[in-house]
């Protein structure tokens, strides 16, 4: 799950990371109460989107950067009006863009030096790991790219946690000496408490900044948090934005099903991750294109094969159905069952191949056939694939 900048910043703030003072605004009527919160000068006005890239982004009315430095509050009123409402398009969102609905207004901070800081999973140590770099800002991937000599990692062990040698590396590192060192060795390890107590998937700040006056700050924050974790964490589910989702995304969640919406026109219905992505590799090899990833699950029930069904013809690009499942502990006649009644209630007019293999498949199998209903069988993954590419391409 993913929150908005002033969402995170705030986070940040209740773990003792320090933020430049801002304040956040949903109407026009509101920005008056919020830049009253901050002090007279320089102002920084910035679109809340669940995308990066915002300052470079252009509004599709023209209007370029989702990020302004203001020279007043007057001239940030004025430039959150255009803002607000309107849809920004950046690197991250597609051509489509993101509708601007929340603004937030920060002091303009006088900035010595950007720096880059993240701590996320390193899958591969299974520990938690802290990138950073002396390159921080907006060119970061490029710095990636690039000069990837100049990013650096620290892993850390989680049974003991965040160790001083470790910050001390990652200060020295970074170049802080002095009282910079001081403010930047608090940063970091209230940053790692708060990656560790909330369950986040990630915490990026980019950029992290320092001041003339030896001030280090964290100027923005990206923060994402593990879904399986959020049960644990009721105060940040509440921080959840439907509004930047897909609703086909949302609407798949509240029926326990994992959705991700692709660019295809091959909807897939499959159980388990694993099944899930070598069918839509096996649709991409035999010339189709995958319209999402959708998995059901291990024991999905006829209810939820029907929301499937609804949820994929939500989308209108879909031109095919492709429904492959293996049985393991799922019963291939209870997933047929759900098929046969989901075709009925949707009045399903589009191609739908269906391959079932494992649990109690004669009894699937025997129940799509006498349903009387259009439903193509495939005899194994490849050929049901194969099938449903040129069903879609007739009828195109």
Known sequence: MNIHEYQAKALLEKFGVPIPKGAAAKTPEEFINALTELPEG??????QIHAGGRGKGTFTDGYKGGVKFCKSKADAKEVAARMLGNTLVTAQTGPAGRKVQTIYFTVASDIKKEYYLAILLDRVASRPVIVASTEGGVE???????????IFKVVVDPAYGLADFQVRELVT???FAGNEAKNASKLIRCLYAMYWETDAAMVEVNPLISTPSGEVLALDAKVSFDDNSLFRHPEIVTLRD????????????KHSLNYIALDGNIACLVNGAGLAMSTMDIIKHFGGSPANFLDVGGGATRSQVVAAFKIILGDPNVQGIFVNIFGGIMDCNVIAT???????????????????????????????????????????????AQKIVKLVAAAA
């Not at 046969?340 to 129940?367: F, S």
């Not at 006498?370 to 069988?377: D, E, K, N, P, Q």
């Open 42 to 47: 320089p102002t920084m006005v910035k679109s």
């Open 338 to 384: 759900g098929i046969v009644e989901a075709v009925r209630e949707v009045g399903l007019k589009l191609p739908l191949v269906v391959r079932l293999e494992g649990n109690n498949v004669e009894a699937g199998k025997a129940t799509l056939a006498s349903s009387g209903l259009t439903i193509v069988s495939g005899d194994s993954m490849a050929d049901a």
């Open 140 to 150: 970061i991937e490029k710095v990636a790219h690039e000069t990837p000599e100049k």
């Open 242 to 253: 439907l509004n930047e989702e897909d609703p086909k995304e949302v609407e798949a969640s």
């Open 173 to 175: 590192r970074l170049g």
